[in-house]
């Protein structure tokens, strides 16, 4: 079950989604060093809400379905704006964007519903399952959020590595940044 629990967390934390895709923005645009706020508020969402989902995981099931329903909304108004935001983003501001803090990278996991079922999925289906030791049962969701944020840090240096050629074709860039937010936005909306 540990194998199973690792490899769901890496593959949910390290594939494209809001955090990744805005943490290789930020990188870009500010370098891993301008970004480090926005990921630690990353890191602090993901360790608030597994928090929260650890402590309310038999409420939050009963409810979650609707729970899911008014986050996608929120999440889907929040997405459309930060396509927005990284679409029409000048160049010369790079360097004072305001979109990349550490209360941006947190409030970003309570609206972001990959995340928020992510958490959940894996405090019910494995946190809560292994053991009633309220020890092992935070232990879970420590590496939980470690994992979670460990996928934008690394989305976040390859923004760093990709750099170069990211800025060559920075139009393209852009347009296939705030594309791939919005289908994110639609598919969580409509999913």
């Known amino acids: 079950m540990l194998i199973s629990f690792i490899l ?8 494209p989604g809001p955090n990744n895709l805005l943490a290789l923005d930020g990188s870009l645009r500010m370098g ?10 990353i890191g602090l ?44 983003h000048n160049d010369k501001d790079s360097k004072s964007c305001s979109c990349y803090r550490l209360r941006d990278g947190l409030f970003l996991q309570y609206m972001n519903p990959k995340t928020i079922v992510y958490v959940l999925t894996a405090i019910v289906s ?3 399952v292994q053991s009633s030791n309220y020890f ?11 994992i979670g944020a460990s996928g934008a ?5 390859m923004g760093v590595c990709f750099k170069k050629w990211l ?3 920075n139009k393209t860039y852009k347009f296939i940044m705030s594309a791939s937010l919005v289908i994110l936005a639609c598919m969580m909306l409509f999913d």
Not at 69 to 82: A, E, H, Q, R, V
Not at 136 to 146: D, E, P, W
Request: proline content about 0%; aromatic content about 28%.
């Open 136 to 146: 092992v049962m935070l232990s879970y969701t420590f590496v939980i959020a470690l």
């Open 167 to 169: 800025i060559k074709y």
């Open 126 to 128: 494995y946190a809560t």
């Open 32 to 41: 891993f060093k301008g970004t480090k706020r926005f990921l630690f508020g």
């Open 8 to 15: 769901y967390t890496v593959f949910m934390s390290y594939t």
């Open 153 to 157: 840090i690394a989305w976040s240096l």
């Open 45 to 88: 969402g993901f360790l608030s809400l597994a928090i929260i989902c650890l402590i309310f995981s038999t409420f939050i099931s009963l409810y979650f379905k609707n729970f899911v329903f008014i986050i996608k909304i929120f999440g889907f108004i929040y997405l459309i704006y930060l396509a927005y935001s990284v679409f029409t």
